[in-house]
T-cell receptor, first 108, second 113 residues
Framework: AQRVTQPEKLLSVFKGAPVELKCNYSYSGSPELFWYVQYSRQRLQLLLRHISRESIKGFTADLNKGETSFHLKKPFAQEEDSAMYYCALRGQGGKLIFGQGTELSVKP | ETGVTQSPTHLIKTRGQQVTLRCSSQSGHNTVSWYQQALGQGPQFIFQYYREEENGRGNFPPRFSGLQFPNYSSELNVNALELDDSALYLC????????????FGDGTRLSIL
């Protein structure tokens, strides 16, 4: 089965602390994974994709096929990082399979 | 570059009614995907249209149907509305059928009374 699991509904950290948002997936074959972010009152937008191997707004994510994980990390959280984060897997036919989302709250 | 636009933004219907939601794809995009996002959940894939043909469908009943027009805009139709259809409906567009990223609209909030 193709599935994405984000085990934490809410993650609360203080400004300047490291952040790790967990994502595990189930997929047979070579997965293509994404992180999408939704800031308050804004649309869902692409944050990064694993094939790009880029760092956006200080966030990085490494695909670990052994652990079937694609955790999102940032060394020093900022208040403006507070948002809803969704991990997604590209499934058959190009559809996106989303996790349930993790709300990140960065406190001052 | 014009992004994905959806209309209406909010809609209230009653059980048994029918609804049509609309989506204009981003300029240069010819693939449109529709998702349903229930409260507190991640988006769930409904179906995808590529060059006016359905190109993949999720686990939704036939009363969920769609169309794509020659200008690549799209409609989502839902018949015989049920209370559980209350959700945010998201449209996403992308270029081609390959591995291009999907760009989302703001969504239509549908409430069923």
């Amino acid at each position: 089965a193709q599935r994405v699991t984000q085990p934490e509904k809410l993650l609360s950290v203080f400004k300047g602390a490291p952040v790790e948002l967990k994502c595990n997936y189930s997929y047979s074959g070579s997965p293509e994974l994404f992180w999408y972010v939704q800031y308050s009152r804004q649309r869902l937008q692409l944050l990064l994709r694993h094939i790009s191997r880029e760092s956006i707004k200080g966030f990085t994510a490494d695909l670990n096929k052994g652990e079937t994980s694609f955790h999102l990390k940032k060394p020093f959280a900022q208040e403006e990082d507070s948002a809803m984060y969704y991990c997604a897997l590209r499934g058959q036919g190009g559809k996106l399979i989303f996790g349930q989302g993790t709300e990140l709250s960065v406190k001052p | 570059e014009t992004g994905v636009t959806q209309s209406p933004t909010h809609l209230i219907k009653t059980r048994g009614q029918q609804v049509t939601l609309r989506c204009s794809s981003q300029s240069g995009h010819n693939t449109v995907s529709w998702y349903q996002q229930a409260l507190g959940q991640g988006p769930q894939f409904i179906f995808q249209y590529y060059r006016e043909e359905e190109n993949g469908r999720g686990n939704f009943p036939p009363r969920f149907s769609g169309l794509q027009f020659p200008n690549y805009s799209s409609e989502l139709n839902v018949n015989a509305l049920e209370l559980d259809d209350s959700a945010l409906y998201l449209c996403a567009s992308s270029k081609g059928q390959g591995n291009q990223p999907q760009h989302f609209g703001d969504g239509t909030r549908l409430s069923i009374l």
